[in-house]
């Protein structure tokens, strides 16, 4: 291990023929376990008598006490839960997998903050890329010491030297979001997962015949489960082009297979399955003291009507890191955007407000032609917006990118200064009254997103944008 905090190195990404290269691939484990976490979050806990044996394996934490009362403050009722996979070779069932690291600090970098919107229909998985470069703060221990602030330091290297309460307090710090749980896990129950699920299934672009991860599989679709699919989440370089952001989205997939499996495969339903799914997760989970089975079966209740259509994962906008290509920074203004859009969520989607009444009709959306212009200065904005528009029944294109401003407008062409005012009525931003465009063209509106940029009255995606590059549990595991 790298001596140097700012800059943990990781051998999972090893030579295979270098002692140290055992550990290669265990961390993206965490992705799986994580999964799971969300389908045990989401799912019906109601007979907690039936369970209570597996209950009993969680271990428990008290983050509260390490982290003090300078915190962030809640803005609305949703839930924040900070998921970690943790690589300790603590344990006989851990310490199979490298026996000369059980001594060795753990590492985690897979670390995913599962936000439930309020109302509990809806839920994302932010994941952090493990080479995040990030204010680390000064962290209380458990030994009454402190760690040593880093200004940037890698965000998986916050686990490492302070634990649990140390990632959050550096998560916070740099989103303003308040975190209220922690499930920790490590990687004893993998196998068990995905056998209890009776498999996960996944979409190969190509076939691979990888000798490190020894992963053997055909082009196109199969279901994997134990061994296999332990392979499978372990692989990098023969899959994808060899990044830890492409191997992110690819273990994006898998998790959000694996909790549209157990959604629809009755699971969740079905008293044996639950019973061996959380026997299987709970004996490698940790969590903060006031995540209690009661507090959880509680989450769980409300958020039973969810879908796998509802559950959304996303990578937090990153970019080039300008003094090291091999790290990455947060991408601006997006990640301030995405963060606000977190901190303000509201209960599930509203109506757009009622506008007062006028002498002439309003125009309904679907006789409103649009055209949407990137102002923003963030790649994909027009395209995100489009997309809301048009859930909301917009007849909409992209104008591509022009000049940037802070400021959301509205414009219209000729014949179209009613249409302007329906656009208007639903856009959150307070823009300025629509005005005439000079050459515009007649009977459409042209929106300019700017910097200021909010999301929809009535947005579909529950107050949070559509991100770009994000998956959907119930997304065909083969789209591209």
């Given at each position: 291990m790298n001596s140097n905090p700012m800059y943990m190195e990781y051998v999972d990404d090893a030579d295979e023929h270098e002692p140290s290269a055992r550990r290669r691939g265990w961390r993206v484990l965490g992705w799986v376990s994580i999964g799971l976490s969300v389908v045990m979050v989401a799912g019906s806990l109601g007979a907690y008598a039936f369970y209570r044996t597996a209950f009993g394996n969680i271990s428990q934490e008290d983050a509260n006490a390490l982290l003090g009362p300078n915190r962030p403050k809640k803005l609305n009722s949703a839930m924040n839960i900070l998921l970690l996979g943790s690589d300790t070779r603590a344990g006989a069932g851990n310490a199979q997998y490298g026996r000369n690291m059980t001594k060795e600090l753990p590492r985690s970098d897979t670390m995913i903050l599962l936000h439930l919107s309020p109302g509990g229909g809806q839920?994302?998985?932010?994941?952090?890329p493990r080479d995040l470069m990030v204010p680390?703060?000064?962290?209380?221990?458990?030994?009454?010491?402190?760690?040593q602030?880093?200004?940037?330091?890698?965000?998986?290297?916050?686990?490492?030297?302070?634990?649990?309460?140390c990632?959050?307090?550096?998560?916070?710090?740099?989103?303003?979001?308040?975190?209220?749980?922690?499930?920790?896990?490590d990687f004893n129950g993998f196998k068990a997962v995905t056998e209890a699920v009776g498999g996960v299934d996944v979409c190969l672009p190509k076939a691979v015949n990888?000798?490190?991860s020894k992963l053997r599989l055909s082009k196109g679709k199969h279901t994997i489960k134990g061994e296999q699919a332990l392979a499978y989440v372990r692989n990098r370089k023969g899959l994808g082009n060899g990044s830890d952001t492409d191997r992110i989205k690819r273990q994006q997939k898998f998790m959000g297979a694996l909790a549209s499996k157990a959604m629809s495969a009755g699971v969740l339903s079905n008293p044996k399955k639950m019973l061996d799914l959380?026997?299987?997760?709970?004996?490698?989970?940790?969590?903060?003291?006031?995540?209690?089975?009661?507090?959880?079966m509680r989450i769980g209740s409300g958020m039973q009507g969810m879908t796998s259509g509802k559950l959304r994962f996303v990578?937090?906008?990153?970019?080039?890191?300008?003094?090291?290509?091999?790290?990455v920074a947060l991408q601006q203004p997006a990640a301030d955007q995405f963060f606000s859009a977190i901190r303000n969520d509201k209960t599930v989607p509203s109506e757009p407000k009622k506008k007062a009444s006028t002498a002439t009709p309003a125009i309904p959306p679907s006789q409103v032609r649009v055209r949407v212009f990137n102002a923003s200065g963030i790649d994909g904005q027009a395209k995100r917006v489009a997309d809301d528009l048009e859930q909301q029944g917009f007849q909409v294109t992209v104008g591509g990118n022009t000049s940037p401003t802070k400021t959301t407008r509205v414009?219209?062409?000729?014949?179209?200064?009613?249409?302007?005012q329906t656009v208007n009525g639903v856009l959150s931003t307070s823009p300025p009254p629509p005005a005439a465009r000079t050459g515009g063209s007649p009977g459409v509106v042209d929106l300019v997103v700017g910097s200021n940029w909010t999301p929809l009255q009535g947005s579909k995606t529950g107050g949070i944008p559509t991100q770009q590059g994000e998956v959907k549990a119930n997304d065909d595991i083969c789209k591209e």
């Open positions: 839920a994302m998985g932010i994941s952090f680390i703060p000064s962290c209380k221990l458990k030994n009454g010491q402190s760690t602030a880093q200004n940037p330091g890698q965000i998986n290297s916050s686990f490492t030297y302070g634990g649990a309460s990632v959050i307090k550096t998560i916070e710090g740099f989103t303003n979001i308040k975190i209220d749980h922690f499930m920790q896990v990888d000798p490190q959380m026997n299987a997760t709970t004996k490698s989970l940790t969590t903060d003291k006031e995540l209690t089975p009661q507090v959880m990578t937090a906008p990153w970019g080039a890191y300008a003094p090291d290509p091999n790290r414009m219209y062409g000729t014949g179209a200064d009613q249409h302007a």
